[in-house]
């Protein structure tokens, strides 16, 4: 039986993925996944859905990703247009 707190959350796996990648530019998906408690598969598309809306780059490394998030990016959803990337990331914490 799953506990009910863990049934649902406040952020989306989006965000969560974003959070990650914000404490290490240069995660990678398993470890993002792991920590999320999704796929790499679903990391994959989440990060390409952020590169896409034009909240980070991807830059290949070696044989590793290093990305680089646009913190003046605005958020999506009507109700927090009014907020940036950055808002988020600094009110979830102490990011670099």
């Known amino acids: 039986m799953v ?10 796996n989006h965000s969560h993925v974003l959070v990650c990648i914000a404490e290490d530019p240069d995660a990678r998906g398993r470890d993002i996944a792991e920590r999320v408690g999704i796929s790499e598969r679903a990391v994959q598309a989440i990060v390409g859905d952020l590169v896409e ?13 290093h990305y680089t998030i646009d913190t003046d990016g605005r958020l999506r959803h009507p109700v927090e247009a009014g907020h940036t ?12």
């Open 3 to 12: 506990d009910d707190a863990r049934r649902w959350t406040f952020l989306t």
């Open 53 to 65: 809306g034009g909240y980070m780059t991807r830059e290949r490394v070696g044989r590793r990703n």
């Open 85 to 96: 990337v950055g808002e988020l990331l600094a009110m979830l914490g102490d990011l670099p």
